[in-house]
């Protein structure tokens, strides 16, 4: 399968489960897993955090639940001198962990992203960010918030390059067939309205391609909740956080999932789209990205055409994880029925 990364790194082995690898300069357990739902959970995490943390005598780690992802598990570990994030991988089969961890950590060392600690088998420990909370989806149309976000993404789309070509179509042709094979065995249940997957996608790339698009290393997941805000003299700070579907893509499409994600729906799976920028805020958006730069009108008929293809990325990747995560802890099928539902308003609506 082809994942949304880039960066490839050389898969790592282990022939003791103690054994320390190194990865991105970083410590790397690769045999040692933890599981929320074993009933030794607090040791191995306990030991986990412990391994990881870089203080030469660690005191005993308190944890605490962190909300707001859907993909990861996410714990705080409160040390005695520091606290870190400890992340659980979730997603199986949809992000390769070896090339989504080398390229944080290369983000990490440009200063774009929180410090990487180290890594085990199934998750690694970060830098928690004391300090700062994850915005609100009511706050994502706020004109302040708007002008901060907007410079974080042009300074990543800026300041962060990776070798690579777009992987999007290849990743959306994956994740069609895999759907089509859930519907077949009767896995999946969801109605298309009769929309055949293929040609959509197929006249979707067909139309974009005959555009001029910028291309860079994007995070595509540009969410109320992988936005960090804290306050300092009166003034916000923003950190982009989570990048693990970032990767080589159109600019303009990391602008529009950005748009389509002030509708929200990643906390219960309802999207309002009425919270959906309109024309004017999607205008100064584009413009303070620009900088004065030329191609405003290009770059605003790629956005446009990205709204409606994002819908088909988000909805395909919904039923993905409906089947290999199943529905109990989130309702991929009522976000993946959304997304869809949008797609077929935005059809009818050209």
């Known amino acids: 399968m082809n994942y949304p990364l880039e960066f490839k790194t050389a898969r790592l082995a282990s022939s003791s489960p103690d054994a320390l690898h190194h990865i991105c300069n970083r410590p790397y357990y690769p045999k040692l897993f933890v599981s929320p739902s074993s009933p030794t959970f607090q040791s191995e995490i306990s030991r986990v955090a412990s391994l990881l943390h870089p203080s030469p005598s660690p005191s005993i780690p308190t944890f605490t639940r962190v909300t707001g992802g859907i993909t990861n598990v996410l714990y705080k570990a409160t040390f005695s001198d520091a606290s870190f994030l400890l992340r659980i991988f979730g997603g199986e089969g949809l992000i390769d962990r070896d090339e989504e961890t080398a390229t944080y950590a290369g983000l990490c060392d440009a200063g774009m992203a929180c410090g990487y600690l180290g890594r085990f088998g199934n998750g690694r420990m970060e830098i928690f960010l004391e300090g700062w909370r994850a915005l609100k989806v009511e706050e994502m149309g706020l004109e302040e918030v708007s002008r901060g976000v907007c410079r974080e993404m042009r300074r990543l789309h800026d300041g962060f390059s990776k070798e690579g070509g777009v992987v999007l179509w290849d990743q959306l042709r994956d994740w069609r067939r895999l759907v089509e094979g859930y519907l077949n065995d009767g896995r999946l249940q969801m109605d298309f309205q009769g929309m055949d997957l293929g040609r959509e996608l197929k006249e979707l790339e067909e139309r974009v391609g005959k555009k001029k698009a910028r291309v860079c ?56 789209y009425e919270l959906f920028p309109n024309k004017e805020q999607r205008r100064r958006f584009l413009t303070e990205y620009l900088d004065g730069k030329e191609g405003f009108q290009e770059m605003w008929d790629l956005m446009e055409d990205f709204l409606e293809i994002n819908h088909l990325y988000w909805g395909l990747w919904a039923c993905n994880q409906a089947v290999v995560e199943g529905c109990k802890e989130f309702d991929y099928l009522l976000y993946g029925k959304n997304r869809f539902n949008r797609y077929f308003e935005i059809k009818r609506s050209v």
Do not use: W
């Open 217 to 272: 290393f994007c995070h595509n997941d540009l969410l109320s909740g992988n936005i960090m805000v804290r306050e300092v003299d009166g003034i916000k700070e923003f950190q982009l956080i989570d990048f693990e579907y970032g990767g080589i893509n159109y600019a303009a499409f990391d602008i529009a999932n950005h748009f389509n994600e002030y509708a929200g729906g990643t906390e219960d799976g309802q999207t309002r």
